[in-house]
């Protein structure tokens, strides 16, 4: 059950890797007073059993006012990602992953498949949240994207936000 573990280390990786969207690098050593002199809250804490999950890791960072929050499990020894923000999701943490937020509207995904397949990026699991008139896709792809293209794909399908992420790199 994940709301017994330890989950600090958890919390200090995730928060590294929030900081680097921020100021570029951080450490085990150094993440937590970095993100409170950043000014950045994060509240830890788990949940025993939900609807669907027996068991939630949820993260979540206030900066500059707004909020972010992660929603994580594990199933099977399989690490899930189940939701962030305000939307769900259910898709394997991977090594190399592209967030992409944009307006809900019919075409995107396939865009997305043909803009990524055009730049030689190979997809390898797919899942999207919707809510509101609003969507975020989640990718796992097989190999290291340039930040440059990364940002030609976001102008070239026309989304609010995209993320490349990195993990157990």
Do not use: C, H, W
């Not at 396939?110 to 896709?137: S, Y």
């Amino acid at each position: 059950n994940l709301a017994e573990k330890q989950t600090k280390m958890l919390t200090v990786n995730a928060i590294i890797g929030y900081l680097e969207g921020i100021i570029g690098t951080a450490n085990i050593i150094n993440a937590l007073p970095v993100a409170k002199s950043k000014g950045i809250e994060v509240i830890e804490g788990t949940k025993d059993a939900s609807k669907d999950y027996s068991s939630i890791v949820e993260m979540k960072f206030t900066y500059n006012g707004i909020t972010r929050s992660l929603r994580g499990t594990v199933i099977g020894g399989t690490p899930k990602l189940i939701g962030i923000d305000e939307f769900i999701t259910d898709i394997t943490l991977a090594d190399r992953m592209i967030i992409l937020k944009y307006k809900d509207t019919p075409g995107v995904i396939g865009t997305v498949g043909n803009a990524i397949g055009e730049l030689g990026i190979n997809i390898a699991l797919m899942a999207v949240g919707r809510n509101a008139g609003k969507a975020t896709m989640f990718l796992t792809i097989d190999q290291d994207v340039p930040e440059n293209v990364v940002k030609a794909l976001g102008e070239k399908v026309g989304v609010e936000e995209i993320k490349y992420i990195e993990l157990g790199q």
